[in-house]
């Protein structure tokens, strides 16, 4: 198993001096935490982008290209990069960009967003969501396909036998990004894409159908069995209760504030609490408490790929630093161990 980071580089009030951090102060912890999880031995980085003001990344392949020239073997994908407001061909040019600077090492997760400010900002209509998404998608994987491309669709005008540069050394790695709808899970299936599931909320194992869907689509349209990632929120420190405590704060000043825009009650201390159990959706606790909770996961899902957000709000940047330690040196290891032992023996 793949075992990651993922962030969007939140911007809200730092614990430890009660102001809100700057844009080039998050983004140089940013650049900081990704070069400590390629040291310590973690697969994949991923950077998602928004355009909020509680969020620092709106052009994830800069920053990573910024990550490519700090680190030598981590993986560097985006998480995600809303396709349904993009140009696929500049999504396809900046990653190939960024996977000849890091010698093979990026791949791109592309998603039709959780948020809305991009529809309006780069002039998209919402009524248009689910058909923005799949002619993009597809016009991008006709990019990953062909140098040369003769195409035509509803939202971007026509290609007529046009080059597109650069070229990647390699077929670029397109992951789908899939939250809570089946249909999401059974397009990916259908196009062979490996898929990035999000579990932020609930009990993991009523999203057991998605994966399930995903597969038999895929099956279905004559592809091999995709890669599937599981993608959630968490935090570790040395203890349980030192993880807890430390991001307890931080989740719920995030999530209060999320809810607000769409309905949700305020998170308690009950619910955190819930949510971090072995039943639960999110990964707070001790390295210990993190693997039983990965390995109990992949008895539901069998999936090849591990994402943690560590920073849900502004965490200390040291105690983040150690998480990425820990999930790096004492979680990731034990891991990837349990699951070759389990393979050998079965």
């Known amino acids: 198993m793949e075992i990651g980071i993922y962030t969007f580089g939140e911007r809200t009030t730092d614990p430890e001096t009660g102001q809100l951090i700057s844009p080039g102060e998050r983004l ?66 900046q990653f ?4 000849l600077i890091s010698q093979g090492r990026a791949e791109i997760m592309v998603g039709r967003g959780s948020f809305i400010e991009s529809f309006p900002l780069f002039g998209y209509d919402l009524n248009d969501y689910n058909d923005l998404f799949e002619e993009k998608l597809q016009l991008l994987l006709k990019l990953r396909e062909s140098e040369r491309i003769t195409w035509k669709g509803k939202h971007r005008p026509p290609l007529d036998d046009r080059g ?38 609930g009990m993991p194992e009523r999203f057991a159908p998605f994966v399930q869907f995903h597969r038999e689509a895929a099956r279905e349209a004559g592809h091999k069995t995709p890669r ?40 308690t201390r009950e619910q955190f609490e819930f949510s971090r159990s072995l039943r639960g ?42 998480a990425i330690e820990l999930l790096g ?12 032992q389990k393979g050998a023996s079965s």
């Not at 190939?96 to 996977?99: E, N, P």
């Not at 990647?168 to 790695?173: F, M, T, V």
């Not at 959630?232 to 000043?253: L, N």
């Not at 979680?331 to 161990?337: G, H, L, Y």
């Open 28 to 93: 140089r912890r940013l650049l900081e935490e990704i070069e400590l999880a390629d040291q310590v031995g973690l697969d994949v980085f991923g950077v998602g982008e928004h355009h909020r003001p509680d969020y620092t990344v709106s052009a994830p392949a800069i920053v990573l290209a910024a990550a490519a020239e700090r680190t030598k073997q981590i993986r560097l994908t985006s998480a995600v990069t809303v396709l349904s407001s993009d140009d696929p061909v500049r999504v396809f040019q």
């Open 164 to 201: 597109v540069y650069p070229r990647p050394e390699r077929p670029l790695p397109v992951w789908v990004a899939v939250g809570g709808t089946p249909e999401s899970a059974i397009r990916a299936g259908k196009f062979g894409l490996p898929m990035a599931l999000g579990i932020i909320g």
């Open 96 to 99: 190939a960009t960024l996977d």
């Open 329 to 340: 040196t004492e979680v990731a290891p034990v891991v990837k161990r349990e699951l070759t």
């Open 281 to 322: 959706a999110d990964f707070v606790g001790s390295p210990q408490d993190v693997i039983e909770k990965i390995l109990f996961q992949h008895e539901i899902f069998g999936h090849d790929r591990f994402l943690l957000q560590l920073t849900v709000g502004t965490l200390p940047h040291k105690k983040v630093l150690r």
């Open 228 to 267: 599937l990632s599981i993608n959630s929120h968490g935090f570790i420190a040395e203890t349980s209760q030192k993880a807890a405590d430390t991001a307890f704060p931080a989740f719920k000043m995030m999530m209060d504030r999320i809810g607000r825009e769409r309905g949700w009650a305020p998170m």
